[in-house]
């Protein structure tokens, strides 16, 4: 029972910093109205979350043709912590997995 509480809280932190950081990169790159509040609460929240990544590999933001920018590190950002929630996520579920198996095998 705590152990899915713990999951359920994590995953539903571990989506937050996605959106957050997914919305960031999307915002840029579509160049959203930085003027509108809604994206500067994004920008602004997304920051902690995406400075750890940048300058990494020397890559800068690059224009794209749509008048937006395209910013590497919010792209690395959101694979690295896509990928360790994943990792952490199925860490904390692995015990119900191997629980449910014992007790098939013990009722079988």
Do not use: C
């Not at 029972?1 to 996605?18: K, Q, Y």
């Not at 003027?35 to 990544?53: A, G, N, T, Y």
């Amino acid at each position: 029972m705590l152990r899915g509480l713990i999951s359920t809280i994590f995953a539903l932190a571990w989506a937050a910093v996605l959106v957050l950081v997914g919305g960031r990169f999307l915002a840029l790159l579509v160049d959203a109205n930085r003027e509108s509040e809604i994206v500067q609460r994004l920008l602004r929240h997304s920051d902690f979350w995406v400075k750890p990544f940048f300058g990494m590999f020397n890559l800068a933001n690059k224009g794209v043709d749509t008048g937006g920018v395209f910013e590497p590190a919010s792209l690395i950002a959101f694979i690295v912590y896509f990928v360790v929630g994943a990792i952490i996520l199925s860490l904390i579920s692995m015990p119900f997995t191997m629980i449910s198996h014992r007790r098939r095998t013990y009722e079988a």
